[in-house]
């Protein structure tokens, strides 16, 4: 049975509200007379914004008090760009589907010079630790600036931070029209996504059998496949915004391949492979390739970033 009413709950964010107004909205082209609303809720992540993701909590902070209305009954779903969601989810809560997958790949935004052209010592901003590890690998010359805040903000941050570029995610700059601003969109061999990067995932409490059938239309048994192994990998690694780590999956045909990326956050050190075979072993995939990295040099780097704690199996 169909419920008469959905509340979907998301963050503030112009992104975050328009990837929910897009699941609301294809939730009612299906379900014209069921009433769908949006729940904006504030997370920590969105309240700290002058401290590197990576020092206080990590991706979770964007979906921990949402996934707390959740848990109270307070709405039935979440919208989740599936990059902020952890590897494991809390115990009554799981990830019911994930979309289509919009362009995975990083975008440059600078005043119209490539990646490979700008001028030593440029100052790039990004937020992520694997971002940097990659284009350090290959320009050790640059500085890299951490930033904060929604898209537009980062965006921003080019004059106010007198940065020469900044690195976001292509499918972000697509979904809010500012794919005019792409200067440059990286291949995935320059620098690999994060994981997850592009899809949405929607989020249900495990018991709520009725909308967890209302909604199963909107997965994409590729996307998740995909998804499904990076995220395999993610959780063999023990890994978060802590650790810069990226994996990357594609189907073609009955054929998954899965590339991944493990390094230090200074670009010294890092290990990369890949891992091809059946797309139904999506999962097995992802954590053999972790296993692979991590003996070849992959543990020994996420020791050295995390300190004592354990990297890996």
């Not at 320009?139 to 570029?165: C, F, Q, S």
Request: charged letters at 25%; proline letters at 6%.
């Amino acid at each position: 049975m169909t419920p008469t009413s959905l509340k979907i709950g998301t963050r503030g964010s112009p992104l975050a509200l328009w990837q929910a107004r897009w699941v609301r909205d294809r939730l009612l082209e299906r379900y014209p007379h069921c009433s769908v609303s949006l729940v904006k809720i504030k997370t920590s992540g969105d309240r700290i914004l002058d401290v590197p993701l990576a020092q206080v909590g990590g991706k979770g902070l964007f979906v921990k008090e949402i996934e707390e209305e959740m848990l109270r009954g307070g709405i039935d779903l979440a919208v989740h760009s599936m990059k902020d969601v952890p590897a494991e989810f809390p115990p009554g809560l799981g990830l019911a589907c994930v979309t289509q997958r919009e362009d995975p790949r990083d975008a440059l935004v600078s005043n119209g010079t490539a990646f490979a052209d700008l001028p030593p010592g440029a100052r790039v901003g990004t937020s992520a630790l694997r971002r940097q590890a990659q284009l350090r690998a290959i320009r050790p010359d640059l500085e890299m600036v951490v930033i904060r805040g929604n898209v537009e903000t980062r965006l921003g941050k080019m004059e106010t931070e007198n940065l020469d570029a900044v690195v976001l995610a292509a499918a972000g700059l697509k979904r809010l029209g500012l794919a005019d601003r792409v200067t440059e969109y990286l291949p995935v061999g320059l620098s690999l996504p994060a994981i997850g990067q592009g899809a949405l995932g929607i989020e249900c409490r495990q018991e709520d059998t009725a909308v967890l059938e209302a909604i199963s239309f909107l997965n994409d048994p590729a996307t998740a496949r995909c998804v499904g192994a990076e995220r395999a990998f993610l959780l063999r690694c023990r890994g978060g915004c802590q650790v810069p780590l990226a994996a990357h999956a594609e189907i073609a045909g009955d054929e998954l391949r899965l590339c991944a990326f493990i390094g230090s956050v200074d670009g010294r050190k890092s290990v990369r492979g890949e891992i091809s075979g059946p797309a139904r072993r999506y999962e097995e995939l992802g954590r053999e390739l972790a296993d692979t990295l991590l003996h070849g040099g992959g543990r020994d780097i996420l020791r050295d970033v995390l300190g004592d704690a354990p990297a890996g199996p």
